[in-house]
């Protein structure tokens, strides 16, 4: 960041007002996500807001008091992450990241280390995935009894949809072999008839008890290293879905004391929904944080057999997933919802659960008259991930609308184990954003983070390309899915904007909207697809203020 010295004799001459703060950004591409006037040499900020947005030449004069020099950084709109989990993230930098594991005995190693350095008490940890590992296999209870003897230990899937536990943590559940699994939920045995270790889904819950309850000073540092990271990577919102409703008023505290340097827009878990309906949405610190939609759950994630299918899975056929909700039980949410303006989030994945959800929203919408609506006919509802549609149900995403709220990279992970989970056709309506953005529907890119690394180069990457971080895409991995550059645009900017009903005041570069902009090294409208996620962020700028840049 430079004094501007340079520019004085260009911008010398009115005075704005004493409390004006003003800021000018040039040096690079500027890319503002209007299609009338897609780039622009300058933009200046007052305070939070833009001011002035087009060339250098013929600019009007202002008062200012600095310019950031891009030096050929090219600039963006804020990029939102539309499905993350903040906490999530934020409890990857402080416990065992398994994330990027090679294999079975790398991620033991891993477990044996921070066992070896941490004593004391339970390990927790996530972020393994065995879909490429030699092994080709889950991690199991041995396993970890192995690594770390006699410790309580729960080690989290990358999709947050699994959980494998120590044969201590079984046993200090209370979970055996005759367990029952709960409805919703699969208990892993071998074929002896014994525990594997492995809980999917809901029965997940069996051990949810072990996991140590962070003290108030942890779980707030837990989201200043998740506010810490988003920021690094260019983020200027999250969509925060699964927000635990206990931790709304933290955040809101947070925002209020300018600990909050990211927009969150958070989607709490179902035990806030009667009183978030109850008392309507919630917004603190000029919307720094806004509370108004609920995340609900129809089925599990495809990695584990869990999203729930129409036709067994190619790959077992003993098995079709797992609903973890039904209509008689979710509808009726659904119109309480629906009364009290709240919108509704549903995770999504398999066709089945994708299928029943769009099924549920329109029996909702029957029941519920507009005039019976706080927001009328403007309600925005949307699945989470949208992972494996039946082509035939495209028209539940036009017609109703449904948002698709996506992830790119999920699309480049899956790529490696979808096929032979789901079988070559189901593959036509299997990561289908092409096919949704063609039928006018809104497509919202997020990362999952996190289940992904959360990086906003790598999701643009995904979604243009298509192919995997090495350039692998396999046989017939309905390239026609990717998107061009100007959309894979709009699912990070102005349609996240839209899902949290702030269109008009965020996602384009665009005189009197909030100046919320991200700089990247890379120029993500023209450089060749593989030199993209090489790139970094070179300036966050929240509300006018920058909150990210790099040395």
């Known amino acids: ?106 991620a033991m190693a891993r477990l044996s280390a921070w066992a070896e350095a941490h004593p004391e008490g339970p390990i927790v940890g996530r972020g393994w995935i065995e879909t490429r590992w030699p092994e080709a296999r889950f991690l199991t209870a041995a396993d970890l009894d192995a690594a770390a003897p006699g410790r309580v230990v729960l080690l989290g899937r990358a999709d947050g949809h699994a959980v494998v536990a120590s044969s201590a943590a079984l046993a200090a559940a209370g979970v055996t072999a005759d367990t029952a699994a709960p409805s919703g939920g699969e208990i892993l045995k071998g074929s002896d008839g014994k525990l594997t270790g492995l809980l999917v889904d809901a029965a997940e819950q069996l051990v949810a008890r072990l996991m140590p309850q962070a003290d108030p000073a942890a779980l707030r540092e837990a989201y200043r290293a998740g ?61 720094r944080i806004i509370t108004r939609a609920i995340k609900y759950y129809a089925d599990g994630a495809l990695g584990s057999r869990g999203a729930a299918l129409f036709a067994p899975y190619a790959d077992r056929p003993d098995t079709s997933g797992l609903m973890q909700i039904t209509g008689e039980e979710i509808v009726p949410l659904y119109e309480a919802a629906l009364k009290g303006g709240i919108q509704v989030a549903t995770h999504a994945i398999g066709d089945r659960g994708n299928a029943s959800v769009a099924q549920w929203y329109a029996s909702a919408l029957e029941n519920v008259p507009a005039s019976a609506r706080s927001n009328g006919n403007d309600v925005r509802w949307r699945i989470e991930h949208a992972q494996i549609l039946r082509p035939s149900d495209y028209g539940y995403f036009e017609n109703l609308p449904i948002i698709a709220s996506m992830q790119p990279s999920h699309a480049i992970g899956d790529l490696h184990f979808a096929p032979a989970r789901l079988g070559d056709a189901r593959l036509d309506g299997a990561y289908a954003w092409h096919s949704l953005v063609d039928r006018g529907v809104i497509v919202v890119g997020g990362s999952d983070a996190p289940v992904e690394r959360g990086s906003p180069l790598i999701e643009f990457y995904a979604a243009v390309a298509r192919r995997d971080l090495e350039g692998f895409q396999g046989p017939d991995w309905r390239p026609n899915e990717a998107v061009d550059r100007a959309t894979a645009l709009k699912m990070f900017t102005l349609w996240p904007a839209y899902a949290s009903f702030r269109e008009t005041e965020l996602g384009t570069i665009e005189v009197g909207k909030r100046a919320d902009l991200t700089a990247f090294s890379v120029d993500l409208m023209t450089a060749p697809f593989a030199a993209i996620p090489e790139g970094h962020a070179t300036l966050t700028v929240v509300d006018g203020k920058v909150v990210y840049r790099a040395d």
Not at 14 to 33: D, K, N, R, S, V
Not at 75 to 98: K, Q, S, V
Not at 253 to 282: C, F, H, K, W
């Open 227 to 287: 506010f810490r990271v988003e920021a690094q990577y260019g983020w200027t919102g999250v969509h925060f879905m699964s927000a635990p409703w206990k931790d709304i008023p933290l955040l809101e505290q947070m925002a209020e004391a300018g600990e909050a340097p990211l927009r969150i827009y958070n989607s709490v878990t179902p035990d806030g929904a009667a009183a978030l309906i109850a008392g309507g949405p919630r917004s603190v610190a000029d919307g």
């Open 1 to 106: 960041m430079i004094r501007s010295l340079a520019l004085g004799l260009i911008l010398a001459g009115t005075t704005a007002t004493a409390q004006a703060q003003e800021l000018l950004i040039t040096g690079g591409p500027i890319y503002t996500g209007v299609e009338a006037n897609p780039t622009a040499e300058v933009v200046v900020i007052q305070d939070s807001r833009i001011l002035y947005v087009g060339a250098m030449r013929g600019m009007p004069l202002f008062e200012y008091i600095e310019t950031i020099d891009l030096k050929g950084a090219a600039l963006f709109p804020g990029f939102t992450d539309g499905h993350a989990h903040l906490d999530g993230i934020g409890w990857r930098e402080l416990t065992l990241n398994l994330e990027g594991s090679t294999s079975i005995a790398d």
